[in-house]
């Protein structure tokens, strides 16, 4: 029995597994009440086929967490090697061949079950970038070397997935970048990457609005500079986008400051995916601003413990794991919260280990499992520092 409870123990940082169990209740609230209009819609009113979907991937999720936080952290430099290419043919057969959604293709379909293949993209190149970044460390002030080891491998997973997804792409990238500079690269090279890919982004999308062979390689331009237009200029014009944010405004208004409680939500029925891209304006109509500051904090803390890996971790692969899966996920939370607040143009990005994702939870766990690995180094290393 004892070798059983022994086997069982949650290693790690225990302040991120609380943060994994509060977020993944708030899930399980929040969706099934959010999937309600969705259920009578489509499910003949079935209000609990769409809540044991979203259980079954969740706990599949949080048992790979599980055993991937058992794996010593040494392992995923290697394993982010391979993912890394492996990705790689997979993100190009998904933007060529894949389910198509909104003039772009962001799917692959296996056995009847979507998968977005972006989330392996994303995880991989983090990964990878950290495994670069031990192995470079000595070279970071060469720029060919950080140009060629470094700044490579994360312009052309971006540059894959850009032309179906943007907002992915920009985010990847800008994670990407956070975690290159907390690696040692110097801040001169990191603007000169930024500028680079910033002047390079605008001439494309301009030129995929004029050049019809590049609008069919970028089809979703207009889109990207609609949703630009609809945030910063005239939000009484009538589109998908401004619907969305009007009634999220209305959900959040609602929730005022204790909410209208759990399954009381009015804009659940009338607004568009309000069980995953708005979940947050769900969440905060039926628990009120103290539940979507409770949220917000809750990223915070993974996002302080992440950092934390990376100031105590006792080796530099599991500091630059800990900080970068971190950083990437808290981007994706802030950047899904400011959409349902109308502080940011809509994205289409989902709010991690909340949203209803399918196997993007799966993804999403697994990510916090190779955080959660990283964070036992740094217990690790307190352990030898006190027994010194």
């Keep these: 029995m004892s070798k059983l409870k022994k086997y069982i123990n949650l290693e790690g940082d225990t302040r991120i597994w609380g943060v994994v169990f509060f977020l993944s209740i708030v899930s399980i609230v929040?969706?099934?009440?959010?999937?309600?209009?969705?259920?009578?819609?489509?499910?003949?009113?079935?209000?609990w086929?769409?809540?044991?979907?979203?259980?079954?991937?969740?706990?599949v999720g949080l048992v790979l967490m599980y055993f991937v936080h058992k794996v010593p952290h040494k392992y995923f430099s290697r394993l982010g090697q391979l993912?890394?290419?492996?990705?790689?043919?997979?993100?190009?057969?998904?933007?060529?061949?894949?389910?198509?959604?909104n003039d772009a293709n962001r799917w692959i379909t296996i056995a009847d079950m979507p998968i977005n293949t972006f989330e392996i993209g994303k995880i991989a190149i983090t990964i990878f970038l950290a495994r670069q970044l031990v192995r470079c460390q000595n070279e970071l002030s060469d720029l060919k070397t950080v140009s060629w080891k470094l700044f490579a491998p994360l312009v052309l997973i971006c540059a894959i997935i850009f032309p179906a997804n943007l907002s992915t792409s920009a985010m990847i990238f800008l994670a990407g970048l956070m975690l290159l500079y907390l690696g040692g690269v110097p801040f001169k090279y990191l603007a000169l990457l930024f500028a680079s890919i910033l002047t390079l982004g605008v001439l494309v999308i301009s030129l995929s609005l004029t050049v019809p062979?590049?609008?069919?390689?970028?089809?979703?331009?207009?889109?990207?500079?609609?949703?630009?237009v609809n945030f910063s200029e005239n939000k009484t014009v009538k589109s998908d986008e401004n619907y969305q944010v009007a009634h999220a405004k209305v959900a959040i208004v609602n929730g005022g400051i204790k909410g209208r409680g759990p399954g009381k939500s009015t804009q659940r029925n009338v607004l568009?995916?309000?069980?995953?891209?708005?979940?947050?304006?769900?969440?905060?109509?039926?628990?009120?601003?103290?539940?979507?500051?409770?949220?917000?904090?809750?990223?915070?803390?993974?996002?302080?413990?992440?950092k934390r890996i990376f100031n105590l971790a006792s080796d530099p692969l599991a500091a630059y794991?800990?900080?970068?899966?971190?950083?990437?996920?808290?981007?994706?939370?802030?950047?899904?919260?400011?959409?349902?607040?109308?502080?940011?143009?809509?994205?289409?990005?989902?709010?991690?280990?909340?949203?209803?994702?399918?196997?993007?939870?799966?993804?999403?766990?697994?990510?916090?499992?190779?955080?959660?690995?990283?964070?036992?180094?740094?217990?690790?290393?307190?352990?030898s520092a006190n027994v010194s």
């Design 321 to 383: 794991l800990g900080v970068g899966l971190s950083l990437s996920m808290v981007l994706q939370a802030f950047i899904n919260m400011a959409v349902a607040v109308d502080f940011f143009p809509v994205t289409g990005q989902t709010l991690p280990l909340i949203s209803m994702g399918g196997v993007s939870v799966i993804f999403t766990c697994i990510s916090l499992g190779v955080i959660l690995s990283t964070s036992r180094s740094v217990n690790v290393s307190k352990i």
């Design 83 to 101: 993912g890394f290419i492996i990705a790689i043919p997979i993100l190009f057969y998904t933007v060529a061949f894949g389910t198509s959604m």
């Design 30 to 47: 929040v969706v099934y009440s959010a999937t309600g209009g969705l259920a009578y819609t489509s499910y003949g009113g079935n209000t």
């Design 213 to 228: 062979a590049v609008q069919k390689t970028f089809p979703r331009a207009q889109t990207w500079i609609n949703r630009i």
């Design 49 to 59: 086929h769409l809540f044991f979907k979203h259980f079954k991937f969740l706990i």
């Design 272 to 306: 568009p995916l309000p069980n995953s891209d708005y979940v947050y304006a769900i969440l905060i109509e039926e628990w009120g601003f103290l539940g979507g500051f409770a949220v917000v904090f809750s990223y915070v803390v993974l996002l302080l413990r992440g």
